[in-house]
């Protein structure tokens, strides 16, 4: 960690950047961005915006969960809660195939209630709200030890399994008479957004996460023709935003998360001038 | 003649065969399919018309695997007895993605034939096998377009070409109901009669259109819930089954 930060102020001779935590958030956001980055494409692909949201608001009923059994580290329960949550959308979907938005609306809007039900008992809700906009510049150096490992399984499903995510995408019935196991496929797919949903959530939190991971593939799929240039753009959207928005939420004294949405909201709008 | 696999142009050898054997499909209270037989012959263009909702899309499905049913699909090769899984080739009625959605047609060829990831690059191989596959439709040039680009006959010749890749035992087309322009439409039956005759496939096409269909099948199938007819265009056109469906001006047209 030391070499890091001392090359970090070798590089960043700013005044943001003498801070530890601000070095922090940075090598945070230098990894996290480009994998919310990556993830967007297949989310918007797959139309599952509304699903990562329902999985972002399942994460307080884990907290709850975690809570009233008694664990220490309420992410256990957090992971369990979203992917059992995910498994079971993704199975009702492939049984009734249409109204999959209700299917999915009915299990978020229970999930966030019962979270808030339970969490707000004892009028004590106020602990948790961090859990709602996240706070980046919390970020310890075990916890990006962490991103790292996120990135790099991101990485390798990716690699492996995108190819016929994409097949899926573009038509299920073409997939499978090609051999692929739609099924399969989604859970895992699925498992992977909760997942990676579940842990940016500190430090990003429930409500701003579902936007960094649809505005970057929303904004690139505006000027690109194939998939390889939707990666290229989604991932430098996502972290030049990423990197944009933690300086200016330094200067301005603002919550990182919602910034760098904010700021990917401009590209966003921007690429609409552009879009071919 | 033996039917082999290898993949030159070859008259028919109609020794390869596909059963149908009494397929029924049951939705809750719904016979959606019943008891259809069916032998296809390699060599043979048989196209699948019917009134909407007449399970034509059901058809081709079960034929996949697909969807639930009763009855056997039998695949009769003459070189190799245990040919019990033929390589079927689907073109699907329609895509489910957006026009925005940013896949070309070299993406969607490489993601459908390697594992090597596209968003990396594709390889010099796969990019080779796309031209060949997409000259054999008259498509080379739209290799690099976005799918949501191409009109309704592209996108049809390109998902042909995909479906020839590998080449099947069965080919499956489910025509769109509709966005395609009438020379797309021409030009798409010549195509696949021309398979028919150079590969030797056994093709089964759902068709809309009944002018091209007597043009270019040899053998018919009217499908309502159950086969209502079979045979060549005249046979079929001339039957009181069809006439009920599709009216008389038809059988007129083409004696």
Wanted: proline share 3%.
């Amino acid at each position: 960690m030391e070499i890091i930060y001392s090359i970090m102020n070798f590089l960043l001779p700013f005044e943001w950047a003498k801070y530890s935590f601000m070095k922090n958030a940075l090598l945070a956001i230098i990894i996290v961005t480009p994998t919310l980055g990556v993830l967007s494409t297949l989310i918007v692909n797959n139309k599952m915006a509304f699903f990562s949201d329902a999985i972002g608001h399942s994460a307080l009923t884990g907290i709850a969960v975690g809570i009233l059994i008694g664990l220490k580290l309420p992410i256990v329960s957090m992971v369990i809660y979203a992917l059992f949550l995910a498994i079971l959308i993704i199975i009702i979907k492939n049984k009734t195939k249409n109204f999959t938005d209700t299917i999915i609306g009915v299990f978020s809007s229970i999930s966030l209630s019962l979270g808030v039900v339970i969490l707000s008992k004892g009028g004590n809700f106020s602990k948790y709200t961090n859990y709602l906009i996240g706070d980046l510049l919390s970020i310890t150096p075990k916890e990006i030890i962490m991103v790292v490992i996120i990135f790099i399984l991101v990485l390798a499903f990716w690699g492996i399994f995108f190819n016929k995510l994409l097949v899926v995408s573009i038509n299920p019935s073409l997939a499978k008479s090609r051999g692929i196991s739609v099924l399969f496929l989604e859970i895992i797919f699925a498992s992977l957004i909760a997942i990676i949903v579940i842990f940016s959530i500190q430090w990003i939190g429930i409500l701003i996460i579902n936007s960094l991971l649809i505005l970057p593939a929303a904004a690139a799929r505006n000027i690109s023709k194939n998939v390889k240039s939707y990666h290229i753009f989604s991932v430098i959207f996502s972290f030049v935003s990423g990197i944009i928005g933690l300086i200016l939420s330094y200067y301005i004294g603002t919550a990182t998360g919602a910034t760098i949405v904010l700021v990917i909201g401009v590209i966003y709008f921007i690429s609409l001038i552009f879009k071919n | 003649m033996k039917c082999e696999r290898n993949r030159t142009p070859k008259t028919s050898c109609g020794l390869c065969c596909t059963k149908i054997v009494d397929f029924n499909v049951v939705y809750g209270k719904n016979h959606i399919l019943k008891d259809i037989n069916l032998h296809l012959h390699c060599g043979n263009l048989t196209a699948i018309i019917g009134p909407n909702g007449a399970g034509k899309t059901t058809l081709l499905k079960a034929i996949l695997g697909q969807v639930r049913h009763t009855g056997q699909l039998k695949f009769v090769n003459p070189e190799d007895n245990n040919a019990a899984n033929p390589t079927i080739g689907y073109v699907p009625q329609k895509l489910n993605f957006d026009a925005g959605t940013p896949v070309s047609v070299m993406d969607l060829f490489s993601s459908s034939l390697t594992n090597f990831p596209v968003w990396l690059r594709h390889k010099k191989k796969s990019r080779e096998t796309a031209i060949e596959s997409l000259t054999k439709v008259k498509a080379e040039h739209l290799i690099n377009c976005k799918l949501g680009d191409l009109s309704g006959g592209e996108l049809q010749r390109v998902l042909l070409a995909l479906a020839l890749n590998p080449i099947p035992d069965i080919l499956l087309l489910d025509e769109p109901v509709s966005g395609i322009d009438e020379r797309g439409l021409t030009l798409f039956y010549k195509l696949v009669s021309d398979l028919r005759l150079n590969y030797d496939l056994t093709i089964v096409l759902i068709s809309h259109d009944l002018e091209l269909v007597a043009k270019y099948a040899n053998r018919i199938v009217l499908l309502n819930k159950e086969i209502k007819a079979y045979g060549n265009a005249i046979e079929v056109y001339n039957t009181e089954e069809f006439k009920e469906i599709f009216g008389e001006v038809w059988a007129k047209a083409l004696s």
